[in-house]
């Protein structure tokens, strides 16, 4: 056997993998996307079609809000954790970090023990206000439980960026005249900014395509997924839910990429 | 360049210590006063404390209870460095990746409010005086080290700052590049006129740039002096071999000689003493007649320099003497050889305590 037919054969079980899991699955998908009524139209219903339309915009949202807001609590809790030493640190960083730990059927229901009918937030206003906050089974509670597990993932990747900063660039600046909060903006942010860029692509897929938490929390959260699956099997439009998984696929692998390209290191899609 | 003169302050340090928090002694109390328009250098080897007497001055560093520091007689301790008014230069530059080669230069003026078009006009003439014009819209990742070291003192001096601090500025350079650079850098920093404090490792970029050097060992300082006074009266062991080359000789001292095995040294000393330290630079030992020396001793090797030779003599001295010839003299491994050496070339250390 020559060399080079030897590398083929070990590129074999890859192939086969590809083709079995990736790439046939794609092209059933993108197929059955125009297979229904419309046919090709079927993509453009995505659009078009108030209701897809509305859920599609929905969706973009929250991701984007969870997006920003991890960032910016992760940012200011990951450059306190890497700064600072004091008793106890290490607990806490294990514990916020804990949530990577859950799938997110438990997040969901964490969010119904916290926000939910008999939740904690409900008993608490309830005494305060004489009235029950619940939230739990809406895009609130939604947004709360991919905050929740959108958060450890950038502290981690904020936390590293912040140990490879240059302490002397901050100090330079602070020579120069730079204020605390000078500082920040001139030479810290701009410095993080591909891990923003690497850990915020990453929350915002999350948010985009995770099903666990919405399916946990309710059914009839306006959002992509659970569109794609009430869709898929309660009204069996088998179509309609390849067409909307070909979307959800295509924005997140957009952004994906998109961060890729101005970060230059590699984003692994999660969630 | 006559607009950029004389505006140095003077700086008194007093009695600054510094203990980190987990309890070494990176700093004994130390009290130093350096002048307007002084250029002092921090000389010693790595964790010496150079570093952080530098960065106490700076304002990075607060020292411990009981210490200040004083600026044209004003107490500093607790200002913080970005009302210091310093321009510093760190070792690794630190020059802002997120910015041009002007927008570095321009920062600490940006930050002051200067309006842009004088703001252009300073870093113009910033990037004249330190060789750098064409780079201005460079990014930092596109400059060669040396280009890097220029842009960070521009960045540093374009404040107008009443001292200047440098951390070993020409550390991260080739050996070629660095001595070229200590060159400009001297003149500019006597063309301008600010206080200067620069730390460094290297014994002769301290003596070519200080008006005064300070020689530090383990967190203490070891000898203030002007670079001849260093060199040539050192008060200790370890400032001597420190700065340049220098042969120890441990022997007693009788009626004015140095008892040595290789003959009688002659020196400067009244007292008699069983047991004395004392220096002797190589380049003021002369090589002579084997016969009419009072001091003689063996060739054991002979390493040709080019504009001199070092020969390293035993049976001398109770250890190996290096003596540096001139190239022309004629010198083999194994020769016998004299050693003249003028009284006033041994200089006594105190002994070690």
């Known amino acids: 056997m020559s060399h080079r037919s030897f590398v083929w054969l070990c590129l074999l079980p890859l192939a086969v993998v590809t083709a079995a899991f990736f790439l046939l699955p794609m092209a059933r998908l993108v197929v059955t996307g125009a297979g229904g009524p419309q046919g090709l139209a079927g993509y453009l219903a995505i659009l078009v079609e108030p209701r897809y339309r509305v859920t599609l915009i929905n969706t973009v949202l929250l991701a984007a809000a969870t997006t920003i807001v991890t960032l910016i609590v992760a940012t200011i809790a990951g450059m306190f954790l890497q700064r600072h030493r004091f008793p106890g640190r290490a607990v806490l960083i294990a514990m916020l970090t804990f949530p990577l730990a859950f799938p997110g059927v438990v997040v969901g229901f964490m969010i119904i023990l916290l926000a939910g009918r008999q939740g904690l937030i409900g008993d608490f206003s309830n005494r305060l206000f004489g009235e029950k906050l619940v939230f739990a089974y809406s895009i609130y509670g939604l947004f709360l439980g991919y905050l929740y597990f959108s958060i450890p993932r950038v502290i981690l990747t904020v936390m590293a960026a912040v140990q490879k900063l240059d302490v002397g660039l901050e100090e330079a600046a602070r020579s120069l005249g730079a204020g605390p909060w000078a500082v920040q903006r001139d030479v810290v942010l701009p410095a993080l900014a591909p891990a923003f860029v690497a850990s915020g692509a990453i929350a915002f897929a999350t948010a985009m395509g995770a099903f666990g938490t919405a399916f946990t929390l309710a059914t009839n959260i306006d959002v992509l997924p659970m569109l794609i699956y009430t869709e898929f099997t309660l009204a069996a439009n088998l179509s309609i839910s390849a067409a909307l998984s070909v979307g959800l696929g295509i924005i997140t692998w957009f952004i994906l990429a998109l961060a890729r390209s101005f970060s230059g290191s590699a984003v692994a899609a999660a969630g | ?353």
């Not at chain 2, 035993?314 to 050496?341: F, H, W, Y």
């Open chain 2, 1 to 353: 360049m006559s607009a950029e003169a004389g505006h140095g302050a003077s700086v008194r340090i007093e009695a600054c210590g510094k203990t980190f928090a987990d309890g070494t002694h990176a700093l004994e109390p130390a009290t130093l006063d350096i002048a307007s328009g002084e250029t002092l250098v921090l000389l010693g080897p790595s964790g010496c404390g150079k570093t952080t007497m530098l960065r106490i001055i700076a304002g990075l560093e607060a020292p411990d209870a009981g210490g200040r520091v004083l600026f044209d007689g004003k107490d500093m301790t607790a200002v913080p460095i970005e009302r210091r008014n310093v321009g510093m230069v760190f070792q690794s530059y630190a020059l802002f990746p997120n910015m041009t080669v002007a927008d570095n230069i321009g920062y600490g003026l940006k930050i002051r409010g200067m309006p842009d078009k004088e703001r252009a006009a300073r870093v113009a003439e910033l990037v004249t005086l330190t060789n750098i014009s064409g780079l201005e819209n460079r990014r930092i990742d596109q400059l060669s080290g040396g280009q890097r070291q220029r842009v960070a003192l521009a960045r540093a001096v374009a404040i107008r700052p009443g001292i200047l601090l440098l951390d070993e500025p020409l550390t991260a350079l080739d050996a070629a590049l660095r001595d070229r650079l200590r060159g400009e850098l001297n003149r500019l920093l006597r063309a301008l006129g600010i206080t200067t404090i620069y730390v460094t490792h290297d014994q002769s970029e301290a003596m070519e740039l200080g008006d005064r050097i300070v020689v530090m060992q383990k967190g203490a300082i070891a000898q203030i002096g002007t670079p001849r006074e260093i060199y040539f009266t050192p008060r200790s062991r370890f400032v001597a071999e420190f700065i340049g080359a220098a042969n120890i000789v441990e022997a007693a001292v009788e009626d004015g000689h140095l008892v040595l095995p290789g003959g009688r040294q002659p020196i400067h000393c009244d007292g008699d003493m069983p047991a004395a330290v004392a220096m002797i630079r190589p380049e003021t030992i002369h090589v002579a007649a084997a016969r009419s020396a009072s001091l003689s001793g063996t060739i054991d090797s002979v390493s040709f320099i080019g504009d001199r030779q070092r020969l390293v003599v035993s049976g001398a001295s109770s250890r190996l003497l290096t003596v540096d010839a001139p190239n022309t003299v004629q010198a083999r491994p194994g020769e016998r050889i004299g050693l003249s050496i003028s009284p006033d070339a041994v200089r006594l250390l105190p002994p070690e305590n």
